[in-house]
């Protein structure tokens, strides 16, 4: 056992004490049906545990009646923030005194062990039991609403090439992920409008909603509807930005797909308005399970949702989905919110929605926009302005980075989250750095997306996982396995995750 493990044991260890106390003194109104004894080593659902209720107190009735288990798989140092982990005398001062997340499960923690008057005795529990299966397995929140946004087409410096943002491409994860067995696919419930309302500008949903409408009332003979003409900034050049902001939207639907878009790359089918839509719906539904207690929880949002800013669409998405999550976490808690995009362009919508605030801190690793899409946002001096000076971080990378390359500036980014106090962070989750995919061009692996994701699991925050690009096709719904399977802990290579279970020794 690492030193890590043996010091968060200790910590159990004095759970257990706690609980024979408690159960001494019947300060606990709950009835002692389980052996308290099953409280050895650490391991996974002790922390989802604590997260679940935040706090020890409200965990310790499920220890007494022995609803909960703690295991020994060990995985809880791994999911500790790296500082934490590599110190570890350390971490149970921090675990009990909950500086290891702030505003969060940890201080709610801390509180729960001063009230209860942690000692520092270490208590071994003599007792043996075979522990039930245990099969944590993380939620992939899914629905084939996508399916009404059907591009054929886009265009490639103005020639019509095939779509790359295509239905397949969630058909293919939601695959790989059934196939797994390690993960369990729920449906999206209705969430309405009023918070994809809290981040985005009004116009923008009424133009996608009356979009396809209006083609079809105009008789345009068109099976999709794509601007070709935008406003911006040299036609504007020289007038006051008074003037610029009371331009009138323009009436023809032709103009007002320029005045709401960013590019040619989205597409308007008949459908689309329905799938953007249910895309927010899985953002919001896969926020819900974080807010309730899941560890992690992936979305499988389609379209995408990082390039659409407050009062624009563009870059395949239409509303952004991991903005609207993170805005309804810090509506829900109170708590800031990081959000870290590792989508292969830079997530200038999320940027541009959350440039003057220091609640949300936006953190992007991405192709330089000198090389790539979208070109005119991304650079590392973009680091937001006002209250938002220093909550928005850009990385921009060379030409073909690899997996080492990448995850030493991952290394860099998780830094800059972990130094920001809160509990869970959005991921906007892009398969687009992949080395064969067909409009990136950096060169990630199937296996440094499991190592990212380890990486990204060990902080010890709750992920709202979100799905952004990705379009080789051929090793999609490897590379999500692979990234889920590491931010869980669960080893590389092996297939599907074992069943958990076995017997632990007593002292
Ligand atoms: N035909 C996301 O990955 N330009 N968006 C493509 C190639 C737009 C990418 C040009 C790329 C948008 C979510
Ligand atoms: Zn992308």
Known sequence: MEDGQANLGFDVAWVGKVLLERQAEERDPVR?????GA????????????HRVAGLDAVLPQLLDGRLVLDDHGDLAQRLPVRVRDRPEGALDQLLEGSYASGGAGEAAGR???????????????????????????????????????????????VPVPACEVPQRAEIIRDALAADGGFELVDPTVHGTDPILAVHDPGLLRFLEEAWPAVERQRIERDFLVADTYPTRGMFAGMSEAFVAARPEPVAVGGRTGWWGLDSSNPIRPGTYDAARSAVDVALTTTDLVLAGETAAYGLCRPPGHHAAAAMAGGYCFFNNAAIAAEAIVAATGERVAILDVDVHHGNGTQQIFWRRDDVLYVSLHADPKRLYPFFL??????????????????????????????????????????????????????????????????????????????????GRRLVILQEGGYHLGALGENARAWLSGAEGRPAAGGSREPGGGTIPGP
């Not at 002692?32 to 308290?36: A, D, K, L, S």
């Not at 409280?39 to 604590?50: L, T």
């Open 112 to 158: 729960a062990a001063r009230a209860l008057g942690h000692d520092g005795q270490i208590v071994a529990t003599p007792f043996q039991r075979t522990l039930p299966p245990y099969d944590p397995r993380v939620k992939v929140v899914h629905t084939d609403r996508h399916r009404g946004h059907d591009p054929q087409v886009e265009t490639y410096l103005g």
């Open 32 to 36: 002692c049906g389980g052996p308290v």
């Open 378 to 459: 991304g650079h590392a001096d973009e680091i937001g302005e006002g209250r938002g000076h220093g909550a928005n971080r850009n990385f921009p990378m060379g030409l073909r980075a690899d997996d080492a390359t990448y995850l030493a500036t991952l290394d860099s980014a998780l830094e800059r989250i972990s130094d920001e106090p809160g509990s869970i962070l959005v991921v906007s989750l892009g398969f687009d750095t992949f080395h064969l995919d067909p409009i990136g061009d950096l060169a990630l692996t199937t296996d440094g997306y499991h190592e990212m994701g380890r990486r990204v699991g060990a902080l």
């Open 39 to 50: 409280v050895v080593g650490a391991g996974h659902p002790f922390i989802q545990a604590v």
